[in-house]
């Protein structure tokens, strides 16, 4: 069981949670806002571009705020790639981008990757598109699995043995590299900055000079920079000490830390079941609203828990599949039919991932502005929804 990484509620102990229907995503703009911050003060202090990874964050109704604040996105294929171009994650400026990586792409489709994208990445060497996106005019990269495995879970290494996720770095060779502009990583899940710098020493150990052949380098996700204990500061330094040794423009791609702790996913208990243990039973499914919780699996952070509380439940979600449990949680008064409760740091990785298995409503989506307090529904789905997708 993975730790939850919710630095708590913020400004969310303050949110009414009868003022949303339930199941409901609540985004708070402003912790969106204060996370892209962080991320251009680290952009502005270190030279590096970042992009926001659209596979954690999609949430298009922020597209201009995000464009206020970074230098593009980086999508995961053709789908990614046009939400960006068409709904202003890319704004106006010429000098935002998008880099789309895929571990292989169908070639029905890169064409257009091509003409949406700045920067395409591939998972080896000599794979199919490499001609075509340079006949194209648009920037290459390889991305490369530097085998050094510093992530809690092998579920979340892309260094793991065998992985499919990057050209493994002790057989990259100087021809590999030639008809590359860019070089592409991406090692990390949810960590602070000194994986990062171990796993940067492995791969100037075994690339040395060929680094400064490249244009740009891309460290990828899974930098948890808008979390308070990261070491920014490390991060600045190394990235400047990257773009000043090997005259390239470095990248990074955070798709978690832009949505970190702005998100509540608020839900309501319908009924209360007594077995040995008590569950409460609710109209938010694991599997279908936050399928993390099982993947990972870990144990969301809940509001308003209470660790020494004397009424203890499982909070059990709305589908059939028997793991659809949110976990055990202590409350310190008894829940009752049609209480509210809302799990903390739920906007990335869950409107991405949803889907209605057993017929389970898809969640409402509601932002809210902890600084203003306006709320605004911006999404709800109804049955036309579970319908259109089924045939
Ligand atoms: C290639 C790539 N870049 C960026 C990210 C974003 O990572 P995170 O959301 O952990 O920052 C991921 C996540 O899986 C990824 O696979």
Known sequence: MLPTQSGGPGAFVDFDLSRVPTPCYVVDEQKIRANLAVLRDIGDRSGAKILLALKAFSMWSLAGLVDEYLDGCCASGLWEARLAREKGFLGARKSQVLSTFSPAYRSSEF??????????????????????????????????????SLGLDPKYDPCAVNSRLGYPLSKVTETDLSSFDGLHMHTLCEQNFSPLLQTWIEV???????????????LGG???????????DGLVALIKEISAKYGCQVYLEPGEAVALDAGLLVGSVLDIMDTKKKHALLDLSATCHA?????????????GESDDGQHEYFLGGASCLTADSFGHYKFRQPLAQGDRLAFLDQAHYTMVKTNTFNGVC?????????ATDE????????YQEFVRRLS
């Open 111 to 148: 064409n257009e990757i091509c003409s949406l994208s700045d920067h395409v990445i591939f998972n080896r060497p000599s794979a199919d598109g490499v001609e075509q996106a340079r006949v194209a005019g648009v920037s290459s990269g390889l991305r490369i699995n530097p085998e050094i």
């Open 204 to 218: 100037e150990h075994h690339l040395g000079s060929l680094l400064a052949n490249f244009d740009w380098i891309n």
């Open 222 to 232: 899974g930098h948890h920079c808008t979390r308070a204990d990261y070491d920014r």
């Open 291 to 303: 399928p993390d919780v099982i993947e990972a699996p870990y144990r969301p952070a809940l509001l």
């Open 362 to 370: 898809l969640p409402s989506i509601a932002l809210w502005n902890s």
């Open 375 to 382: 709320l605004k529904m911006i999404k709800e789905f109804d």
